[in-house]
């Protein structure tokens, strides 16, 4: 029997390829390499190919429609209601190939390296500055050398914060960390006072006795 539609499993670097004929029915289950995947869908003559869509799956479908081929990409979710019983690799094909040609099924399109290239790029950050760095605040003398300089915090561009918009806030001084000896000396001192005032006061009573 001819082969009418064909699934395809995508894997890093082994592909599963199942063909079904009009009826449904499996005709052709294989193994293949990329390279010999490629070879032989060159003279392959089928009315569709589908696959489920992830990174890889563009390079091939591009791939396959310079060969003349209908190629569909699926999302895996939509798939995942046809693949009949326990899960392997042949099964997920004749799953992509049953689906593939559904009169209701949603499609990814094919997209060229330019449009992937767009698509790693982390959104919002096109014809943007990049983001203020934060540095030490110049009005504080901490550590910096100098003391107060007049003017908004910088960023590292040199920009003040304020005029750039930034959300960083120059971090402030902490507070100063008292010294414990003076206070434990000052401690000490006032209970060697308080013990002396005891010894005058008990003094004074007994001459009074």
Known sequence: MEIDKVGIDLGKSVFHLAGLSVTGATVVRKKFSRLQLLRFTANLQVRVIGREACGGAHFLGRALRDQGHDVRL?????????VKTNKNDYIDAEAIAEAVDRPRMRYVP???EEQLDMQALRPGTLGKEPHC??????RSSVGTGHHDTEGPPACRSGTPH???GCREQPVRP????TDTTDVGTSAV???DHGNRCNDLTWGRRARSL
Do not use: I, L
């Open 74 to 82: 699926m999302p895996a979710q939509y798939v995942k209601p046809y």
């Open 110 to 112: 094919n997209k060229s």
């Open 133 to 138: 760095t934060r540095e030490p605040d110049p």
């Open 162 to 164: 304020a005029d750039r």
């Open 174 to 177: 902490s507070a100063p960390v």
């Open 189 to 191: 001192g006032v209970s």
